[in-house]
Nanobody, 123 residues
C-alpha cells in the first residue's frame, strides 16, 4: 500500500509559478509511474502529466505542455510538478497518483491517490 501526500499548493497571481511536491511512503516508489491530475469545482478530474519510473519519459496534457514540468527524485520518494506561466484556468485541486502501468494517462490506470492540494490562480 502506497501513501501519497501532496504539498506546495497556494494562491498565486497569473503568470506566476508554483512547485507541487508529492511524497510517497509504504511502497517501492521507484517501481511506479507517477501522475498528476487536477479537478476544478464541478468538473472531471483531468490528466495533467505523468513520468515513468526512471524519470526518463514524460507525458503532458496539451493544456499544460511547455508550462508544466514533472520530475522525480527516487532517492527522496518524491515527485514534483513545476508550474510556470500559470493561468486562472489552472485553478484546481491537484492530485498525484501512482501506477503500475507505463506512463498511464487515464484515471482508471492509477492504483493509488493522494488527497490533493489546492492551487488558485488569480487574474
Amino acid at each position: 500500500q502506497v501513501q501519497l501526500v501532496e504539498s506546495g499548493g497556494g494562491l498565486v497571481e497569473a503568470g506566476g509559478s508554483l512547485r507541487l511536491s508529492c511524497a510517497a511512503s509504504g511502497g517501492a516508489f521507484s517501481r511506479y509511474s507517477m501522475g498528476w491530475f487536477r479537478q476544478a469545482p464541478g468538473k472531471e478530474r483531468d490528466f495533467v502529466g505523468a513520468i515513468s519510473w526512471s524519470g526518463g519519459s514524460t507525458s503532458y496534457a496539451d493544456s499544460v505542455k511547455g508550462r508544466f514540468t514533472i520530475s522525480r527524485d527516487n532517492a527522496k520518494n518524491t515527485v514534483y510538478l513545476q508550474m510556470n506561466s500559470l493561468k486562472p484556468e489552472d485553478t484546481a485541486n491537484y492530485y498525484c497518483a501512482a501506477s503500475f502501468n507505463v506512463l498511464p494517462i487515464t484515471r482508471g490506470m492509477y492504483n493509488y491517490w493522494g488527497q490533493g492540494t489546492q492551487v488558485t490562480v488569480s487574474s
